[in-house]
């Protein structure tokens, strides 16, 4: 797992459960913690004082330890995030299902249901964001077959 991947996966918990994104100082924390950085090359970094970015690390450190039900620290999130990573891409899925939907309930029920049976699951809250997560996936089919499929569910949804 690298930096861009492990800010992906933060971003896509955050998306998913809070409907929130990760602010530009969240994302310089965490680059930090994941680079061993202090708090300090942070705080040059964004000419904001020291207080102020441990302030904000450790709402950050709550809420991320919240979503993934375990304390998450500067000291052990790149550990935490590669063994995360390693225990989940050692299961075999059965296939990858992105869902989007405004309502975090769904996403919750959704995602939990499709993983039990073995799918890997990625989950956004908007459109702008499941053409990020598409953009940076490898394509399982070309465009237009995708695009093909939309237009062929569209029709059918707009029928009586």
Not at 14 to 22: C, S
Not at 27 to 49: F, G, P
Request: hydrophobic share 40%.
């Amino acid at each position: 797992m690298t930096l861009e991947e492990a800010l992906e996966f933060v971003e896509s918990i955050l998306q998913a459960k809070t409907g929130k994104q990760l602010t530009a100082p969240e994302k310089e924390i965490l680059k930090a913690a994941w680079d061993n950085e202090t708090y300090s090359t942070v705080a040059d970094r964004l000419y904001m004082s020291v207080g102020h970015i441990k302030d904000l690390a450790s709402g950050l450190w709550k809420c991320l330890s919240d979503l993934l039900d375990e304390k998450v620290t500067k000291n052990h999130f790149r550990r935490l995030l590669l063994e995360r990573s390693n225990n989940y891409h050692t299961e075999d899925p059965k296939g990858n299902i992105l869902i989007v939907d405004a309502l975090v309930e769904n996403l919750h029920f959704l995602n939990d249901l499709l993983t039990k049976q073995g799918y890997k699951v990625r989950r956004v809250t908007n459109g702008t964001m499941a053409l990020k997560t598409v953009r940076n996936l490898p394509p399982p089919m070309s465009f237009y077959s995708i695009l093909k499929c939309l237009i062929s569910m569209a029709i059918k949804s707009a029928q009586p």
